[in-house]
């Protein structure tokens, strides 16, 4: 028999990994399985980010505010490209006629 092939994965990887099984609406083992990575793996990951230190529901609920932070400022800059490419509309429609 052949030894076992071990996957690496980049930090990069680990880290979104680790905030979709925090953050998501499905439990470790969905998002390890729908990552193509065992659970076991998974929750290793999570332990060694959250240095078993704070409660998952209070990292929540600071993710929650930090993600609504993120949100609002996406919302404003979206708000703003799409009052640019209105007015570029308007300005290329008059420039056809």
Same mark, same amino acid.
């Given at each position: $028999?052949?030894?076992?092939? #071990?996957? *690496? #994965? =980049?930090?990069?990887?680990? &880290?979104?990994?680790?905030?979709?099984?925090?953050?998501? !609406?499905?439990?470790?083992? +969905? =998002? /390890?399985?729908?990552?193509?990575?065992? /659970? $076991? =793996?998974?929750?290793?990951?999570? !332990?060694?980010?959250?240095?078993?230190?704070?409660?998952?529901?209070? %990292?929540?609920? +600071?993710?929650?505010?930090?993600?609504?932070?993120?949100?609002? @400022? +996406?919302?404003?800059?979206? *708000? $703003?490209? @799409? &009052?640019?490419? %209105?007015? /570029?509309? /308007?300005?290329?429609?008059?420039?056809? !006629?």
């Amino acid at each position: $028999m052949g030894r076992k092939r #071990y996957n *690496r #994965y =980049t930090t990069e990887f680990k &880290e979104e990994a680790v905030k979709l099984a925090q953050e998501g !609406d499905k439990n470790v083992n +969905e =998002t /390890a399985e729908g990552l193509g990575v065992s /659970a $076991m =793996t998974l929750r290793n990951w999570i !332990d060694k980010t959250e240095g078993k230190q704070a409660p998952k529901i209070e %990292k929540k609920a +600071e993710s929650t505010a930090e993600e609504n932070q993120r949100l609002r @400022r +996406e919302n404003k800059r979206l *708000r $703003m490209e @799409r &009052e640019i490419l %209105k007015k /570029a509309t /308007a300005f290329f429609a008059k420039e056809n !006629d």
